[in-house]
T-cell receptor, first 114, second 114 residues
Framework: DTGVSQNPRHKITKRGQNVTFRCDPISEHNRLYWYRQTLGQGPEFLTYFQNEAQLEKSRLLSDRFSAERPKGSFSTLEIQRTEQGDSAMYLC????????????FGPGTRLTVT | AQSVAQPEDQVNVAEGNPLTVKCTYSVSGNPYLFWYVQYPNRGLQFLLKYITGDNLVKGSYGFEAEFNKSQTSFHLKKPSALVSDSALYFCAVRGTSGTYKYIFGTGTRLKVLA
């Protein structure tokens, strides 16, 4: 069990650029979540995948955000036309099928938009 | 709408004393409740959960939590605090009616004083 990994760990970009983050969940986990966390706040739900199907997406999520999990393994989160308000820590978590429901979090990708 | 409240931004406790970190929730359907801990420069780690069954649940590092349905609370407790317990603690809830979304509280910083 190597845990959830996320790349890159840090990303600095200029406003208006597109960025893409990758998440590799624990290998046998079929549930995958993306969150955003800002200073002083708890993680905020962005979207949920079960295998390759995106089953829920936050209503707060702008159309500039999109996520994929094409083969039910790794996932990518893309932010188009970044804004300074997008600066945050982006967290990925995975969870096994069955009744566990606890999530295992990756270290996060810290995005800074200048 | 789902929500989680952690009414204390910070809790200070002397080493060896019992600790309590408070959490209340609002959710549709039966709640799935969780506690996570975040150490500096480390990812969120799962501590314990309530899904069903016994209202008192035990987790990692000697922590436990009690589910109280009438008070909609899920307070985290430990009989004897350690300095190494100092960290940021998050309560989270997932409803079981029509959503896969997890809602996290804003976190409580626990400081255990030697």
């Amino acid at each position: 069990d190597t845990g959830v990994s996320q790349n890159p760990r840090h990303k600095i970009t200029k406003r208006g650029q597109n960025v893409t983050f990758r998440c590799d969940p624990i290998s046998e986990h079929n549930r995958l979540y993306w969150y955003r966390q800002t200073l002083g706040q708890g993680p905020e739900f962005l979207t949920y995948f079960q295998n390759e199907a995106q089953l829920e997406k936050s209503r707060l999520l702008s159309d500039r955000f999109s996520a994929e999990r094409p083969k039910g393994s790794f996932s990518t989160l893309e932010i188009q036309r970044t804004e300074q308000g997008d600066s945050a820590m982006y967290l990925c978590a995975s969870s096994p099928s069955g009744g566990g429901y606890e999530q295992y979090f990756g270290p996060g990708t810290r995005l800074t938009v200048t | 709408a789902q929500s989680v409240a952690q009414p204390e931004d910070q809790v200070n406790v002397a080493e060896g004393n019992p600790l309590t970190v408070k959490c209340t929730y609002s959710v549709s359907g039966n709640p799935y409740l969780f506690w996570y801990v975040q150490y500096p420069n480390r990812g969120l780690q799962f501590l314990l959960k309530y899904i069903t069954g016994d209202n008192l649940v035990k987790g990692s590092y000697g922590f436990e939590a009690e589910f109280n349905k009438s008070q909609t609370s899920f307070h985290l407790k430990k009989p004897s605090a350690l300095v190494s317990d100092s960290a940021l603690y998050f309560c989270a809830v997932r409803g079981t009616s029509g959503t896969y979304k997890y809602i996290f509280g804003t976190g409580t910083r626990l400081k255990v004083l030697a």
